[in-house]
């Protein structure tokens, strides 16, 4: 005799299916997903972090994107951090005591910038803070995830990271549109009082993570110099160092991003509740994106996604001459309109393309330098999308854009969207199909 689920077993079969993706829901799982939503439902202080360094502090769009590059660095040396917390536990645990530093570091950068910070100076340490908060945040997580994912299929470590950064652009969704509308119609300082309250929740969900303390005997000088081992025999091996050495080239061609939002700010006169509704029509397009990877595209090799996503967004990333001649008028397209519907179609393109890369990193990291290891690979990211930063910045001085002259704003858009194709000739250093199955074993001691 066949005994039907009830309809409340099926209701839980579906939410662990389609919500969770088949994560088994769990405190540790909770406390992962709340870091995650945490970074990205900070995006609520993103424009006004941009308005203050634009219009209180009088900063141009060079040195507005030179100051984000430096604001980036955390992030290229999360390596520091993962080999702190492999290799240097604080009160006996390895993760745990690192979460809540780093809730308590970004609750003190945000409420500096919402009181004591009036100079680009004051302004560039407290970002530095704000984004050292993240980075350690970030580290822990990832090196949760990828021991959760070792030894697990394909299928099951992409569905981990997938519902991971789907709830990360859950939280940039919710207050995407909230960032405008709240700039419009409260202070800049206000909105910094509000972000300072969310770095907390980390430190509340820190003790949800399952781990136990860490004898006396392993938090010693031999332990620290097996990491340090383990750590560089991983980084020769070819199948780690050619994949990273393509991210790094993909990744760090030089944007343009600054300077276009000085011009549809001050040119175009778009006011922060439009860019909030941008920010959410992007959001959502992230999670589109990451949809359409775990739906339909994750058995695809990663030269393939990669390569195809390069080509489609230089070339959709051209349309953006439309909006800077003004020839989208003449087509009889609203400016509103035209950068709603690139923002939308480019976010899609780039969460696809940044999902593999995601799952191929943790498949590379053996077991005992997880968070050193895989924050190593990120941060070679991180570092490109810093290169890039200040390449657009270098660029955007060269062709004397400013805060009110955007006649070479056109050439930008042409140089930043080509440079993208130059890494596509080295695409054979990722790894085939088959090869990205193949997690790389420490050395015996």
Not at 246 to 269: C, D, H, R, Y
Not at 300 to 327: C, D, E, K, N
Not at 389 to 399: D, F, I, R
Request: charge should be neutral; include cysteine.
């Amino acid at each position: 005799m066949v005994v039907s689920a009830s309809p409340l077993d099926r209701f839980k079969n579906s939410i662990l299916d389609k919500v969770l993706l088949g994560n088994e829901p769990n405190a540790e799982l909770i406390a992962i997903l709340t870091v995650y939503f945490v970074q990205g439902i900070l995006g609520l202080s993103r424009l006004a972090v941009s308005f203050f360094l634009k219009d209180e502090l009088h900063l141009s769009p060079a040195q507005v994107a030179a100051l984000a590059g430096v604001a980036a660095l955390p992030w290229v040396i999360k390596p520091l951090f993962g080999f702190l917390s492999d290799g240097f536990p604080l009160f006996r645990y390895r993760r745990r005591p690192y979460l809540v530093l780093s809730g308590i570091l970004g609750a003190i950068a945000w409420l500096a910038l919402a009181t004591i910070v009036h100079t680009a100076w004051a302004a560039t340490l407290a970002m530095l803070l704000a984004s050292l908060s993240v980075a350690i945040s970030d580290v822990i997580a990832d090196s949760i995830v990828v021991e959760r994912v070792r030894g697990q299929s394909n299928q099951a470590a992409g569905s981990l990271q997938s519902l991971s950064w789907g709830v990360s652009a859950l939280g940039g969704l919710i207050t995407a549109y909230l960032s405008g509308w709240l700039l419009q119609a409260f202070s800049i300082q206000f909105i910094f009082w509000i972000t300072a309250t969310f770095p907390l929740l980390v430190c509340g969900v820190a003790w949800w993570i399952n781990e136990k303390p860490v004898a006396l005997a392993e938090n010693s000088l031999a332990l620290v110099k097996t990491q340090s081992r383990n750590l560089w025999w991983a980084i020769r091996q070819k199948a780690i160092w050619l994949p990273t050495l393509f991210i790094f080239l993909w990744q760090a061609t030089p944007s343009g991003e600054t300077a276009l939002f000085f011009f549809t700010t001050n040119e175009l006169g778009f006011e922060p509740e439009f860019l909030g509704r941008v920010r959410l029509v992007t959001s959502l397009a992230a999670l589109v994106g990451i949809w359409i990877y775990q739906r339909f595209l994750r058995a695809v090799p990663f030269r393939v996604i990669l390569g195809w996503t390069t080509i489609f967004a230089s070339g959709l990333g051209m349309t953006t001459l439309l909006l800077v001649t003004h020839a989208n008028r003449a087509i009889g397209i609203d400016d509103h309109w035209f950068s709603l519907g690139d923002s939308l179609i480019l976010t899609v393109m780039g969460q696809i393309a940044f999902m593999p890369v995601l799952v191929l990193s943790a498949r590379l990291c053996p077991a005992g330098v997880e968070a050193t290891l895989f924050a190593l690979l990120m941060s070679i990211w991180n570092l490109a999308g810093l290169l890039s930063q200040e390449l657009g910045a270098l660029l955007t001085q060269m062709l004397g854009i400013t805060e009110t002259n955007f006649d070479q704003l056109w050439l930008l858009v042409v140089i930043t969207n080509l440079s993208t194709l130059l890494p596509l000739p080295f695409l054979h250093w990722l790894p085939a199909a088959e090869e990205a199955e193949i997690t790389p074993d420490l050395p015996n001691p």
